[in-house]
């Protein structure tokens, strides 16, 4: 329960390192230089595209609401199911 | 009732000196909670919050039923602090992947931080060194997000200073206080509950609520679709680079279906609502 392995200490200690680096990572520098206008531009768009990329996956794939519709028989069933039948297969469900 | 600061530390023991470092630690603690701002920081944060904390909470139960001990779990909640890159590491490190492949995972799932800062760096210049880290290592998504939209420029005076610090650190110690709090129970609770409640669920809605806030142009909207559907194109990419790719091919969409030629005088700040 409360062992600590040598090696996942050395994981954590270079995770933390990570953290402290990519968060401060333009901030270790004092020089003095401006970023081309076109990537000034672009930052607006950044963090939304972060934000979505990250739970994007989570919502369509993992969570399974179009991963499940996907993997479920009943979506494939539906479409090949002869006409007369549809009507009580979509009243069931 | 100001109370007045020791004496120039130079002219100390280093006992005193310790104090009189402490005395202005204090000092600076309460001058930033004070300020009303920081108060509108927290509340916004903790706004956000309830929905992370579960977020916070699923991530310490899958550390501990990766077969980390309560030791390394704490460890590593209290020091790497972040959500993402503790989640893509812990397979990793249950999998005993090579050291290199754990941190390069976390690198690219952290990449985001990196674009954060290069957002931030104006805004922190005016700190020293030390300080710029340290701020920037408690600043998280939400509360660069919640920072950046309710401060659209960098400061300019030291008013401004003031209150995009206090803001800031109102938004940070809410954070980290629940994601603490909710880690810490959850590593406790982690082995006693069933693996699968599907709770990181609730974190992932919470994201969501703060993405659709930030939908204030269109062409912001044409970045959270763009990026949306590259990243569930790219799920298949190892060390959960689609994010990083997403995020690129999101900002040079976005840049290319800007309106051109850009009216005179604007910049970023400018657009930003």
């Not at chain 1, 933390?16 to 990537?39: N, Y």
């Not at chain 2, 000092?27 to 956000?48: C, I, K, N, S, Y």
Request: with cysteine; aromatic share 10%; glycine share 8%.
């Amino acid at each position: 329960m409360h062992e600590l392995d040598g090696w996942t200490l050395l994981a954590i200690l270079g995770m933390t390192a990570i953290s402290v680096i990519t968060r401060g990572f333009f901030f270790i520098s004092e020089r003095e230089w401006t970023l081309p206008e076109w990537a000034q531009r672009g930052l607006q768009y950044a963090p939304i595209a972060a934000l979505t990329a990250v739970i994007a996956p989570d919502i369509l794939l993992t969570e399974g609401v179009v991963g499940a519709v996907l993997r479920d028989a009943r979506t494939w069933a539906r479409w090949r199911r002869p006409v007369s039948t549809s009507g009580v297969g979509a009243a069931v469900t | 009732m100001i109370m007045p600061l020791p004496p120039d530390p130079g002219e100390l023991p280093a006992r005193g000196r310790l104090g009189a470092w402490l005395a202005r630690r204090v000092d600076t603690w309460a001058r930033t909670a004070r300020h009303p701002l920081f108060w509108v920081g927290a509340r916004e944060m903790a706004g956000v919050s309830i929905g992370l904390t579960a977020w916070a909470f699923m991530t310490s139960v899958a550390m501990v039923k990766s077969g980390m001990s309560i030791t390394e779990s704490v460890l590593m909640s209290l020091l790497v602090f972040a959500g993402s890159a503790q989640l893509a590491a812990i397979p990793l490190i249950a999998a005993d992947a090579p050291l290199w492949v754990v941190l390069a995972a976390a690198f690219c799932v952290n990449l985001r931080f990196v674009v954060f800062s290069l957002h931030l760096r104006p805004y922190f210049m005016h700190l020293p060194r030390f300080k710029r880290l340290y701020l920037g290592y408690f600043t998280g998504d939400v509360t660069y997000v919640l920072f950046t939209r309710r401060f659209p420029r960098p400061p300019e005076t030291e008013g401004q200073r003031r209150a995009q610090g206090s803001y800031l650190w109102g938004g940070n110690v809410t954070n980290w206080v629940f994601w603490q709090s909710l880690s810490m129970l959850g590593i406790f609770l982690g082995a006693a509950l069933p693996s699968r409640w599907g709770l990181e669920f609730a974190g992932t809605l919470a994201l969501l609520a703060v993405a659709c806030s930030m939908v204030t142009t269109r062409l912001r909207a044409l970045s959270a679709i763009t990026a949306a559907a590259a990243a569930v194109v790219l799920f298949g990419l190892p060390y959960r680079l689609n994010i990083v790719a997403a995020i690129a091919v999101a900002v040079a969409i976005s840049l290319y279906a800007e309106p051109r030629p850009p009216a005179a005088g604007d910049d970023a700040g400018a657009r930003d609502a």
